[in-house]
Nanobody
Framework: QVQLVESGGGLVQPGGSLRLSCAAS??????MGWYRQAPGKERELVAT???????IYANSVKGRFTISRDNAKLTVWLQMNSLKPEDTAVYYC??????????WGQGTQVTVSS
């Protein structure tokens, strides 16, 4: 049974930093990444590893967010710096198994506000 456990969300002031983590278990994964969904908006890609090991970032977070992972490729982190109010959203971890099945974490709230 695939499980994705996220942690690290919270309330932070503009300009601050947060680090999200996602621990996966129960399968072998080809890709893992982070998405977010703000109120009234569609879920969007934030950052992800591709199956080839490269990274893709949303233009809105380039230079501020960094995705990383452990060697076993079962944990991914999202370091978020210089946070802005528009980064406020529920952040979801997504993992895709080697047979192409997608799994989502439960989501963690990130609120950027003074």
């Amino acid at each position: 049974q695939v499980q994705l456990v996220e942690s690290g969300g919270g309330l932070v002031q503009p300009g601050g930093s947060l680090r999200l983590s996602c621990a996966a278990s129960g399968s072998i994964f080809s890709t893992m990444g982070w998405y977010r969904q703000a109120p009234g908006k569609e879920r969007e890609l934030v950052a992800t590893f591709t199956s080839g090991g490269s990274t893709i970032y949303a233009n809105s977070v380039k230079g501020r967010f960094t995705i990383s992972r452990d060697n076993a490729k079962l944990t991914v982190w999202l370091q978020m710096n210089s946070l802005k109010p528009e980064d406020t959203a529920v952040y979801y971890c997504k993992a895709v198994t080697i047979v192409g099945r997608s799994h989502w974490g439960q989501g963690t709230q990130v609120t950027v506000s003074s």
